[in-house]
């Protein structure tokens, strides 16, 4: 299958390019034909092309800015983060996937396929209970202890340290 993509944050110096890869080589291993065009502070790479576009079966945007969709207004678009690009491209992808194969156009958002297990319905197993009443255990006693290394060595520290 042949898809496009953008990946896009305010900067674009680090992450947008981090999701890009992810979501290029993800591509590539599972198959699919794949463009990333990656916008960020100082313009974009590997700008998609009207031919780019036209050919693709579907459009991947993960984006933490504002993307001028007009150009995909007809083909199907899943729309998501910088984060879900980076730890979540096989998602993006399979939303992608199965949008283009079921003829649909317009754009969705990658947050609705997880949208059931974010409702606290209650589902899920005994082991992912456990897990998320352990980490709530573990963040509670994060708020009493101290993070970090030595205050008396931090930059406040050291910045009150020079200006006294």
Known sequence: MKLVAITSCPTGIAHSQMAAENIETTAREQGH??????????????????????????????????????????????????KDGVNDAEGLIEDAVQLAE???????????????????????TAAENEETTSARETDTDADTKQLGGDPSKGLFARLRRLFS
């Open 33 to 82: 034909d794949i463009q990333v065009e990656v916008q960020g502070a100082m313009g974009a790479e590997n700008e998609l092309t009207a031919d780019d576009i036209d050919d693709a079966d579907a459009v991947i945007i993960a984006a933490d800015t504002a993307v001028n969709q007009d150009r995909f207004d007809h083909k199907p678009v899943v729309e998501g983060t910088v």
């Open 102 to 124: 079921g003829g649909e156009t317009g754009t969705v958002e990658a947050s609705d396929r997880d949208a059931g297990s974010e409702t606290g319905d209650g589902a899920g």
